[in-house]
């Protein structure tokens, strides 16, 4: 080829490889062509060639950042950032108990509640430095976390003590606070009787997390470690699918349990119902007469595959709790929990909800507090109050919202209510407004009776309980009355129990918006939780006091 052919060939080929280059969002020059590539004898002439135009194709694919590669050295802040996770947590949605009138409606109704799932998982969500949402907070579940210090049943029959308490409420003096406390005798872990449990595990793929599985399994180590001989322990896990990873085997055998539980690994997709059902066929297997006979349901609730409707996989359980196995269920992880699921499922399973974020909450649950988590002392417990209009206006019903019963489900053995475990405390406190009080916050009605009512004022209400034992079918009834004699006004008189029941109260109220709470702030609850820390040996007042202080931080930089 002659020279100069050779040399306009070149050009040629630069010219092409710059389109090339500039098509393809790679604006770089190209390499220099082989010195062999231009040999001529006649002087160089000028190769510099104009950048081709920038198309539009090629600068929005620039800017997107779409096919090209991260260049080495490339400071990993100027990547696109990633998406952000998606909080798909679920909690059933409700509204506070409104005030009543007793005029109008002088009964209440309710069913007990030893759940503390709500407290927990609180917890969790400020020391991961966010305020909950409202209807992750169900007042009833915050109060009845702590135990309190009421006089034990010296017998079993009835299977627990009852207290009250009149005082007034710590955020508005012209309202008074009723406190109801109920307490059952107690039995040591070393009196229980033989034990049939189930662990149901979850190893889908959404458990594949430290405070998820990992924490999951040592929780139940812990467990392990607290039976005997004479218990038995059962392993069932789903993912896709159910199986069968440990028959019932003596709880003596712990390292055939502990390897178990240690080779359990997460993956696929949730099969809670199958789940269930396997492990209540093990457990009515396996049963033990006079035993204890429970299945532990643990997992994040996030079932997808199977049966995934709410209200069918209730139906299965409430199903199977005529065997006489109940079912109590431990939370655990975030992101994708079902609160709403875990908390109801124990509840038709005549069991208990807690919710575990740190392994001293499973001590706390499953070895501290082992015989009232296991151990049922009575079972459809109801609480009526019936108020007198002679001396209470209005009152008000602190939590419990979907504990509620009509009035007529008090006397109906058929109604399902709450359970009661060996040495279970359980608090409930109302607000009244007595007659005379101006603690009042319903306007009078134009065309109501509005004369006020006369009888006896000794009573400020009337308390009545019904329970059955644990595998009774017939209720048995408790009455006492509420004298008004017994009410306390000066709040440093009341007892520890109730100023620090009182205290968690407002936290939760204050949680949820505070809308009964008038300027009673953060600083107010700290002062009186402060107040009543007595009878804290684990140091769990003392926590909360720390914890009401976190979230008066959370809020102040919201």
């Known amino acids: 080829m002659k020279p100069h052919l050779a040399f306009r060939y070149c050009v040629a080929v630069l010219v092409i490889l710059i389109v090339a280059c500039t098509r393809n969002g790679d604006v770089s020059p190209p390499p220099p062509p082989p010195e062999t590539a231009v040999t001529s004898a006649e002087p160089q002439k000028n190769l510099a060639v104009a950048p081709m135009p920038m198309t539009e194709r090629t600068r929005t694919r620039m800017d997107s950042g779409a096919?090209?590669?991260?260049?080495?050295?490339?400071?990993?802040?100027?990547?696109?950032?990633?998406?952000?996770?998606?909080?798909?947590?679920?909690?059933?949605?409700?509204?506070?108990?409104?005030?009543?009138?007793?005029?109008?409606?002088?009964?209440?109704?309710?069913?007990?509640?030893?759940?503390?799932?709500?407290?927990?998982?609180?917890?969790?969500?400020?020391?991961?430095g966010r305020l909950p949402p409202q209807d992750a907070v169900r007042a009833e579940e915050f109060i009845n976390y702590f135990s309190y210090d009421y006089p034990v049943s010296e017998t079993q029959q009835p299977p627990f003590s009852v207290t009250t308490e009149l005082g007034v409420t710590p955020w508005n003096a012209n309202t008074v606070l009723l406190h109801v406390g109920l307490q059952g005798y107690k039995v040591p872990k070393s009196q229980l009787p033989a034990s049939n449990l189930v662990f149901l595990i979850d190893v889908s793929g959404s458990m594949n997390s430290p405070d998820k599985l990992g924490l999951l399994k040592n929780a139940l180590i812990l467990l392990s470690g607290q039976l005997s001989a004479q218990d038995r322990v059962a392993i069932v896990v789903y993912a896709g699918a159910a199986g069968l990873v440990l028959p019932s085997t003596p709880a003596n055998q712990t390292s055939d349990i502990k390897l178990a539980l240690g080779q359990l690994s997460a993956g696929g997709s949730t099969n809670g119902g199958e789940g269930i059902q396997l492990a209540y066929q093990v457990a009515k297997q396996n049963f033990i007469k006079d035993g204890i006979n429970r299945i532990l349901l643990a997992t994040d609730g996030d079932f997808n595959v199977g049966t995934v409707n709410f209200e069918s996989l209730k139906d299965l359980v409430e199903r199977e709790r005529e065997h006489g196995v109940s079912l109590t269920t431990l939370g655990f992880g975030t992101g994708n929990y079902n609160d709403h699921l875990m908390e109801q499922l124990a509840d038709a399973g005549n069991g208990n909800y807690a919710y575990i974020d740190t392994l001293n909450e499973a001590q706390k649950v499953l070895v501290d507090e082992m015989s009232s988590t296991f151990q049922t002392i009575a079972k459809d417990v109801k609480i009526q109050i019936e108020f007198n209009p002679a001396v209470v206006a209005e009152y008000r019903l602190i939590g419990y919202e979907n504990r509620l019963l009509k009035r007529e489900d008090f006397n109906n053995d058929k109604i399902d209510a709450g359970e009661i475990g060996a040495g279970h405390s359980v608090t409930a406190l109302y607000e009244l407004a007595l007659i005379g009080g101006n603690g009042e916050r319903l306007e009078a009605l134009r065309y109501a009776d509005n004369t006020p009512v006369t009888g006896n004022t000794n009573e400020v209400a009337f308390l009545r309980l019904r329970y059955k034992q644990p595998m009774g079918t017939e209720s048995q009834l408790l009455e006492w009355p509420i004298l008004r004699k017994n009410l306390i006004t000066a709040l440093d008189q009341t007892s520890d129990n109730f100023r620090f029941s009182a205290a968690v109260a407002a936290f939760a109220q204050q949680l949820r918006g505070g809308n009964y709470l008038e300027q009673y702030g953060y600083a107010d609850i700290i002062a009186l939780a402060d107040s009543a820390r007595s009878h804290d040996s684990f140091g769990y007042r003392g926590e909360f006091v720390r914890l009401v202080n976190l979230a008066a931080s959370l809020s102040s930089n919201r």
């Open 67 to 128: 096919m090209l590669a991260k260049p080495a050295g490339m400071a990993a802040d100027s990547l696109p950032a990633p998406e952000p996770e998606i909080d798909r947590e679920n909690y059933q949605h409700f509204s506070d108990n409104p005030v009543k009138q007793t005029k109008v409606e002088p009964v209440s109704t309710f069913s007990i509640d030893v759940d503390t799932g709500a407290y927990a998982n609180m917890r969790r969500m400020l020391q991961n």
